[in-house]
């Protein structure tokens, strides 16, 4: 935090979790990470997942990293030497197959649940938003994302078993809250891969709304395909087909984002 050059706010960081695998939090990650940095947001997408989908998404090969997030939590490099630039306008800390086997290296270490955060709390004021991708687990990945955050913002599918599943992750957060990091707390629930024709999606959608109130963003991500064929292009959809629906509903997420929290944008004139 010392030796920056200007003592600006330090970035906000969000966690982008859910347990279950296939929710749209890599899609969510992704679009979010670029829809920011189009309206000239400084954002670092990191990747906590051995997947690597956040990464290949962001347009980074992840077969041809020479440091990755794993050297950075295993304390092998400085957090700097393995961020990369992406083609979408922000900044990557990549993911690739070394990250599975820091699981279980990391238990040996010191201050095991930290590591990201001390490697974040490095970059001082260099980003104003850091979104983290989590693995589908709530493992020791997810733990140190939600050990270097102070915000978690969950993906949800509106469908019947979406709702059983999100007391597990309220209580993680909650654990984590109450024993490891006093400012985490949850930015909001977004619907996502929302289908309307289905009255089933209407009814839990409405559900989350009673239960959660302004927790829900107003914003809901609809299912549309162009957001799915996006990755395999090396970019984010809102990049690769900004008008289509998907790619509007992440641009008018992050817009929602950007009022609720007062981030300065610095628009980038091209
Ligand atoms: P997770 O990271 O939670 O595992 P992903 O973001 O990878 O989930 O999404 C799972 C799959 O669903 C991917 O194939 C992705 O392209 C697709 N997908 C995600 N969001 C949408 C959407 N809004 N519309 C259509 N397909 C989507
Ligand atoms: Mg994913």
Known sequence: ????????????????????????????????AAALAKQGVRTLLVDLDPQGNATMGSGVDKSGLGQSVYDVLVGLVEVGQAIVGSPAGYDVLPAN?????????????????HRLAQALASLGDRYQMVLVDCPPSLSMLTLNGLC???????PMQCEYFALE???????????????????LQIIGLLRVMFDPRMTLSQQVSEQLERHFGRQVFQTVIPRNVRLAEAPSHGLPGVLYDP????????????????????LDQQKVTT
């Open 243 to 262: 008008s289509s629906r998907g790619s509007v509903a992440y641009l008018n997420f992050a817009q929602e984002l950007i009022d609720r929290l007062g």
């Open 165 to 183: 599943g999100l007391s597990d992750l309220v209580n993680s957060i909650k654990r984590v809250h109450a024993g490891l990091n006093k400012r």
């Open 148 to 154: 270097a955050a102070n915000g978690v913002i969950i």
């Open 1 to 32: 935090m010392s030796g920056q050059a200007s003592a600006g706010p330090l970035a906000q960081v969000f966690v982008v979790a859910n347990q279950k695998g296939g929710v749209g939090k890599t899609t969510t990650t992704v679009n979010l």
């Open 97 to 113: 197959r070394d990250l599975a086997g820091a699981e279980v290296e990391l238990v040996d270490l010191e201050s095991r649940e």
